[in-house]
């Protein structure tokens, strides 16, 4: 004979949501910049699609920063937000 019965339920949806934001917080807190290898890694897209999506716009080049003929970065948060808008005016 059972001593209690619990039934918990749980908004699946929610929970999803909270970890995302926190994971998202996190990002924030830990990228400074990030390179074309990250930001295909984070955005799920293709180098090829950032190219020529992304990266060819002019706000985007803004937020570029490199040595002559070295390695590409860009502003995390900056970068990230410039993002956003470009898909918005899709």
Known sequence: MPIAEINVSVNQA???DYINQKI???LKESLFT???DQMSK???MSKTFLENEFL???RMRLLERR???G????FYEQS???MKEIMNEW
């Open 24 to 26: 998202e917080e996190q």
């Open 71 to 74: 390695k590409r970065f860009w």
């Open 14 to 16: 929610e929970i999803r």
């Open 56 to 58: 060819h716009d002019p």
């Open 34 to 36: 990030w390179d074309l």
């Open 80 to 82: 990230l937000e410039v």
């Open 67 to 69: 040595k002559e003929k």
């Open 42 to 44: 984070r955005t799920c």
